[in-house]
């Protein structure tokens, strides 16, 4: 089992930032493609952004590319996700996620380990 926690979701303005943690235990982070979901009131989940276990490769959706980015630090068994020019379109439950198959997090929304998520509220 891979545990994941998210931290750092709260309110915050439109135009402004802010950065999501996510720390794993259990498993070799390393051996992990990681990424980040979130889901809306009313819609569904949908993919935010995903990086690769070598941090080789990565993915954003659309609406995302030049505002996000997800780092990570293997060393410390954590990804990030750093939110830049925020929208209130962004608000949403904003989960971590996992799996050692790397397309199943960036191409088939279907990773194995979940996070429990942390909200993010943008206002206008």
């Known amino acids: 089992q891979l545990q994941l926690v998210e931290s750092g979701g709260g309110l915050e303005q439109a135009g402004g930032s802010l950065r999501l943690s996510c720390a794993a235990s259990?498993?070799?982070?390393?051996?992990?493609?990681m990424g980040w979901f979130r889901q809306a009131p009313g819609k569904e989940r949908e993919f935010v952004a995903a990086?690769?276990?070598?941090?080789?490769?990565?993915r954003y959706a659309d609406s995302v590319i030049c505002r996000f980015t997800i780092p990570r630090v293997n060393a410390k068994s954590s990804v990030y996700l750093q939110m830049n020019s925020l929208k209130p379109e962004d608000t949403a439950v904003y989960y971590c996620?996992?799996?050692?198959?790397?397309?199943?997090?960036?191409?088939?929304?279907?990773?194995?380990?979940w996070g429990q998520g942390t909200q993010v509220t943008v206002s206008s």
């Open positions: 996620a996992g799996s050692t198959t790397y397309i199943d997090v960036a191409n088939r929304d279907r990773p194995k380990y």
């Open positions: 259990g498993r070799n982070f390393g051996d992990y493609a």
């Open positions: 990086i690769s276990w070598n941090i080789a490769t990565t």
